[in-house]
């Protein structure tokens, strides 16, 4: 099968006989057809991570941190989750058969909850975690000393907490690495603490020490506007990323005020010659229905931010034609239900008889005909 443990002699820390994997990883990296043009970046990729088995990149954690656990004996699995991985670890541990507790962020979209639920995990909600600093940094804390009494580790995607969750992040790297178009990239990261933007480069440092011959893409860490603790630091040469005393940004995934890997994740981007973009969240719900309506590409509102700051970029001149950009799209749209209301012009049609189906669909097509 292919996927993550395809590579894993690069960057599993151990090798575990007994995986608990649902062919995650190996998604397909597929150039723009219509979108790159209108917005002025020529060779424009996605990686589509939200066309793993719970629609997201975490799958890739969740496949490793859960075997990693097995492994060890963990009876159970306790973790945090703004989402997506609390839906990637309950689905992993439903087919590993132990039971999953997830404290999740306050305001987790239903659409999230739900498929954690329905995965047979426990969604434990406390008020502000996630939103201030300090309540988020208590809860990590109480759940280390939980994880103790029950002989497991807290899942918490980050390297500050799970070092080998993230290992597995690292294929997403190693699997462009393989396929990279051409040979001056760019590479557009979403990032809320760092962890994703720090696996990705990591696995191509990690790459390169068994292919020399590689050259590294730039890669750049995108924020949104309200959650500027790493793109901000990194574009103003700062050495350390900075927390928040809350987070604004309404892009689930991405509220994340503490620094957790922010400092790793600056230092590795600047290494990498890459460089902080910021973004509104408006751009970026508009960007999720472009890319719907382009591309065919239906994401979650993270998922469109790394374009945001593609898109900047090129606003401002840092990519030249020949260039090629990845952007990675990290979620599936299925895990935002905001997107429909956001985008008024959707309207359902219902008609009494056929013949007003027919007649609609003169009149679309005519007009659409009309303005090319
Ligand atoms: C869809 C999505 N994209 C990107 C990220 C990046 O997060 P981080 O920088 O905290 O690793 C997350 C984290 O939850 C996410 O859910």
């Known amino acids: 099968m292919k996927g993550i443990w395809t590579y894993r002699s690069i960057w599993a820390t151990s090798i575990p006989q007994d995986m608990v994997t649902m062919g995650e990883g190996h998604t397909p990296l597929i150039p723009a057809r219509r979108i790159g043009k209108a917005y002025g970046i020529e060779n424009l990729y996605f990686k589509l991570e939200n066309t793993n088995p719970s629609g997201s990149y975490k799958d890739r954690f969740a496949a490793a941190a859960v075997s990693h656990l097995i492994h060890r004996g963990a009876k159970i699995c306790l973790a945090t989750s703004s989402g997506n991985t609390g839906s990637a670890l309950a689905a992993y541990c439903a087919r590993a058969g132990i039971p999953c ?105 990690k790459w390169k020490n ?67 973009f910021l973004v509104d969240d408006e751009m970026v719900f508009h960007l999720q229905a472009q890319l719907a309506l382009m591309e065919g590409i239906y994401c979650e509102p993270a998922g469109a931010v790394a374009f945001a700051g593609a898109i900047q970029a090129a606003e401002e001149g840092r990519i030249a034609p020949s260039e090629n950009v990845i952007c990675l799209v990290t979620g599936h749209g299925f895990k935002d239900n905001g997107m429909f209301r956001r985008m008024k012009t959707v309207r359902h049609q219902y008609f009494e008889q056929m013949e007003g189906v027919s007649k609609y669909i003169n009149q679309i097509f005519n007009n659409s005909h009309n303005n090319q």
């Open 101 to 205: 507790f997830i404290v999740v962020v306050d305001g987790t979209p239903t659409a999230k909850l739900e498929q954690m639920q329905l995965y047979g995990a426990h969604t434990l909600m406390v008020k502000g975690f996630g939103l201030d600093t300090d309540i988020t940094s208590r809860v990590f804390e109480d759940l280390r000393s939980i994880s103790d009494a029950f002989h497991t580790e807290v899942q918490i995607s980050a390297y500050t907490y799970s070092p080998q969750g993230m290992s597995g992040v690292e294929t997403i790297a190693l699997e462009l690495a393989e396929n990279i178009p051409g040979q001056f990239c760019h590479v557009f990261s979403p990032s809320g603490g760092g962890g994703l933007t720090l696996a990705v480069g990591k696995g191509f440092v």
């Open 210 to 276: 068994h292919h020399p011959d590689f050259i590294i893409p730039r890669l750049h860490c995108v924020q949104p506007n309200g959650n500027n603790t790493i793109a901000g630091p990194l574009r103003m040469r700062k050495d350390k990323a900075e927390p928040l005393p809350g987070s604004t940004t309404k892009v689930s995934g991405l509220q994340v005020p503490g620094v957790i890997d922010g400092d790793q994740t600056l230092e590795i981007c600047r290494t990498l010659g890459g460089d902080g």
